[in-house]
């Protein structure tokens, strides 16, 4: 038997188990430590800014600013360690955390301690590292390009700019902040979209990643079905001409209005509450069994947080063109800058990191049938791992009641083998 084959063996024991500190962090949420489960406070939590969120949970924060080689300036979170000085032998592995479209690092943390998988991989003994993608609201700087103008060059960009160049700047920062010469990669949703994209592109950064773990992981699109994306999609050219010519160039910003609408229409009690779910539930999948409706304003106070036109228009090209490649800028563009008509596909198998796949049936994006296709075409898949329920749905990988239990205590168990193999 292979050494590969004794570690999946291990690996399909262990998958079941919670997670090592699981009983620790079960304690602190039942003592009332980290003042209830979830958010204690969601009218609070939906207006504080990220930074005095975390602290006002008692982790650690700490924020750092990195210059990618294009010069755009992105904002990097951390919590080096978890709340109560709780010490696995003070040396403690670096995890990176990339978030989803068009969200930003306050995805691992607005649901609380005890849910939110920032601070359960901090209470676990991880350094913990998240990114922000370029343009979001923590990455809105260049060292010369200014957002606000309209047509500067700042928003020329799509997800692919992304992963070949925002992952490795900041995935070398931690690396270097830290001492360390490898760490482990999370990804959600588009956040593993970018990790395959640097994967192939930038191949050399595959052997800093002691483990990559996807949840509902985004390459192909071509069994996205029954969603509103795909009812745009075929229109995305000429959307993308509209929204030149209106000098569009930036969407889904954070905006003061989206806090409001949550505080005003979606708190507990509002009679429209159920219409805010039911928006979620249009763009994530419905799962009602996994939706806390009474977070949903905490959710709209720090979601969504901006991207460009063209990463959307990139994962419009996904979906009709139904295949995993690079920006499609028009024949003579293309021709300008791949030197083919057509643009190159992603090669998939110059991902050599160890790649674990978390998916589900009730994923209206991460359609298993497309989770299927990249799974076979990765350099060095290590499992995929669909989990238990069939209805969880897209969002629920972030959000969802039970993500701890079906889906991060796996995710952790993965990475502590990882951590005793390295
Ligand atoms: C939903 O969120 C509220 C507010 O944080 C919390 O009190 C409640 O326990 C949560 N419900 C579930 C089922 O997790
Ligand atoms: C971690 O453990 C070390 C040595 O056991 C101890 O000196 C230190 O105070 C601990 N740190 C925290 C934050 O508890």
């Known amino acids: 038997m292979s050494v590969i084959a004794v570690f999946l063996s291990v690996v399909v024991i262990v998958a079941g188990s919670p997670s090592p500190h699981a009983d620790y962090i079960e304690e602190l949420i039942r003592t009332n430590a980290f003042g209830g489960r979830i958010s204690d406070n969601i009218l ?30 992105l904002g990097m979170h951390r919590i080096p360690h978890g709340r109560v000085s709780y010490n696995v032998s003070g040396d403690r592995p670096v995890v990176f955390l990339m978030h989803g479209w068009p969200t930003s690092s306050s995805d691992h943390v607005i649901m ?29 700087k260049h060292i010369s390009l200014n957002p606000d103008v309209p047509r500067n060059g700042f928003w020329e960009f799509s997800w692919d700019e992304i ?8 995935i070398d920062y931690a690396l270097q902040h830290t001492g360390r010469s490898a760490l482990h990669y999370i ?27 996807a949840m509902a992981p985004v390459a192909y699109m071509e069994h996205v079905k029954d969603h509103i994306f795909t009812k745009i999609a075929p229109y995305g050219r000429d959307l993308m001409t509209l929204a030149s010519l209106l000098g569009i ?31 979620i539930f249009l763009i994530a999948g419905w799962n009602e069994n996994q939706h806390n409706a009474s977070t949903i304003p905490i959710i709209l106070g720090h979601t969504p947080a901006g991207c460009s036109v063209k990463q959307m228009a990139h994962f419009g090209q996904s979906i009709t063109d139904k295949e995993f490649r690079r920006y499609d800028f028009g024949l003579l563009q293309n021709l300008q800058k791949y030197g083919t008509p057509i643009p190159p596909s992603y090669d998939l198998s110059k991902v050599t990191a160890p790649v674990f796949l978390h998916y589900s049936e009730g994923d209206p994006l991460a359609v298993v049938a497309d989770v299927d296709r990249l799974f076979k075409e990765l350099g060095r898949p ?8 069939s209805t969880f749905s897209h969002v629920d990988f972030m959000w969802g009641i039970d993500a701890k239990k079906m889906v991060y205590d796996k995710v ?3 990475m502590r083998l990882m951590d005793l193999k390295n």
């Open 44 to 73: 609070e939590d939906a207006t504080l800014d990220l930074p005095d969120l975390v602290r006002k949970y008692n982790y650690p924060f700490e924020e750092h600013f990195v210059t990618t080689e294009d010069g755009y300036i």
């Open 112 to 140: 609380g301690p005890g849910s939110g998988i920032a601070y359960i991989l901090a209470d676990e003994g991880y350094d913990v590292w998240m990114g922000n993608t370029r343009g979001n609201s923590f990455s809105r």
């Open 163 to 170: 992963g070949e160049r925002d992952l490795p700047a900041m």
């Open 187 to 213: 990804g959600f949703s588009q956040g593993t979209t970018v990790f395959f994209v640097m994967g192939s592109l930038r191949p050399e950064y595959n052997k800093k990643i002691i483990s990559m773990h």
């Open 249 to 279: 160039e930036e969407i889904l910003s954070h905006h003061e209005i989206f806090t409001l609408l949550g505080r005003l229409f979606c708190i507990d009690g509002a009679k429209t509450q159920p219409f805010c779910s039911a928006i």
């Open 382 to 389: 290590m499992g995929k791992f669909k989990v238990s329920q």
């Open 412 to 414: 952790i168990n993965f």
